[in-house]
């Protein structure tokens, strides 16, 4: 068995033993998800560039604590939806491989048509994350 698979189990036993299983839907896990990353930015808000580089050991503390919240609400929701996450992140990087080349400049969301292009959070670089808002519309 894997670390990933031990930590699964780990996971929705957890819920389990605590008769949470009604209430965690995919729905709602994704919901908490949702919530847990909003958490995870806010530990960034205001920062400069340079200042989200060298955070202070407190401070790289808690984003630590909550990407650990954002990684088991994210297990448990592909559990819940029976989707093997790490085949799945393999297959999206090779989409993304295929649909963009290396070597290509890509604008980092900021010089595009209308002057803004759209960056999807949590999108691996030059895959998704800097997309433009024309390519963006097209997915």
Not at 33 to 38: D, F, H, P, Q, R
Not at 101 to 117: V, W
Request: include cysteine.
């Amino acid at each position: 068995m894997t670390k990933y698979q031990i930590l699964s189990r780990r996971i929705g036993a957890f819920a389990k033993t605590r008769d949470w299983a009604p209430f965690r839907t995919p729905k709602n896990t994704a919901m908490t998800l949702s919530v847990e990353a909003g958490a995870l930015v806010e530990n960034f808000l205001w920062l400069t560039q340079e200042e989200s580089v060298d955070m202070a050991p407190g401070k790289r503390l808690a984003v630590k604590d909550e990407m650990a919240d954002v990684f088991i609400c994210l297990v448990r929701l592909a559990d819940q939806m029976g989707v093997g996450l790490y085949a799945a992140a393999e297959s999206k990087i090779g989409d993304c491989e295929r649909r963009f080349r290396g070597g290509e400049r890509r604008s980092g969301g900021r010089k595009t048509r209308g002057g803004r292009g759209v960056i999807v959070a949590g999108a691996p670089r030059g895959c998704l994350a800097h997309l433009s808002r024309a390519q963006f519309l097209r997915i």
